[in-house]
């Protein structure tokens, strides 16, 4: 059973669009939500990350919007650029510190100039 | 920002050897990670190790594998013997202990066993 879902694989926006990317989790007790950015032959980096007391975090263009009651997030990513164009992972954890990251499976962005 | 090191690149082996992937953490980090990531897909977590012992290991995290990391040496992942589906890049990542605290990952070791 997969615990963390995003919902698409692959999005095309034009560059000054708002990308939205979904994603889901299965576990109550997951409390914390980074989205890692991944450029081909690279590692993950960390992009932003919302604890589930808050609704909502913003830095930057890069926007997370959490429902804790549907178990849903969503990344914005306003204004987009050619160079954002890169694999996004969803993950989460039971914050406690050195716990396990589960990724969801991915959202390839892909910006048109 | 603070790097992983991941030694080496890419390695290939044959079916049956052993393998030992090397990463070099972040200096100051205590939580150390390995993740397991099949063409590009999903990252999955296999194993976490802190103060010189594993946390959490996940199912993938199979008695062929092991970590370790001797004093002030490399983290190490070793597969003893490696299998086919061993094939993927493996990542390994470090942390701060506390909560929040960010995971940084390195770029990675491709794995190919031949």
């Known amino acids: 059973q997969q615990q963390v879902r995003q919902s698409s694989q692959s999005l095309t926006v034009w560059e000054g669009e708002t990308a939205i990317l979904n994603c889901s989790y299965e576990n109550s007790a997951f409390d914390y939500f980074p989205w890692y950015q991944q450029f081909p032959g690279e590692g993950p980096a960390l992009l932003i990350a919302i604890r589930s007391v808050s609704d909502k975090k913003e830095d930057g263009r890069f926007t997370i919007f959490f429902n804790k009651r549907e178990k849903n997030l969503s990344l914005h990513i306003k204004d987009s650029q050619p160079g954002d164009s890169a694999t996004y992972f969803c993950a989460a954890s039971a914050d406690q510190g050195g716990r396990a990251l589960i990724f969801g499976t991915g959202t390839t962005v892909s910006v048109s100039p | 920002g603070p790097k992983v090191l991941q030694i080496p690149s890419h390695q290939i082996i044959d079916m049956g050897q052993m393998v030992t992937l090397n990463c070099d953490p972040v200096s100051n980090h205590l939580y150390f990670y390995w993740y397991k990531q099949i063409l590009g897909q999903q990252m999955e977590f296999l194993v976490n190790?802190?103060?010189?012992?594993?946390?959490?290991k996940s199912k993938l995290f199979k008695d062929q594998f092991s970590v370790e990391r001797p004093d002030g040496s490399y983290f190490t992942l070793k597969i003893q013997p490696t299998a086919l589906e061993d094939s993927a890049v493996y990542f390994c990542a470090s942390s701060l202990v506390g909560e929040g605290t960010e995971v940084f990952f390195g770029k990675g070791t491709r794995l190919t066993v031949v």
């Open positions: 190790f802190y103060n010189g012992k594993v946390m959490e």
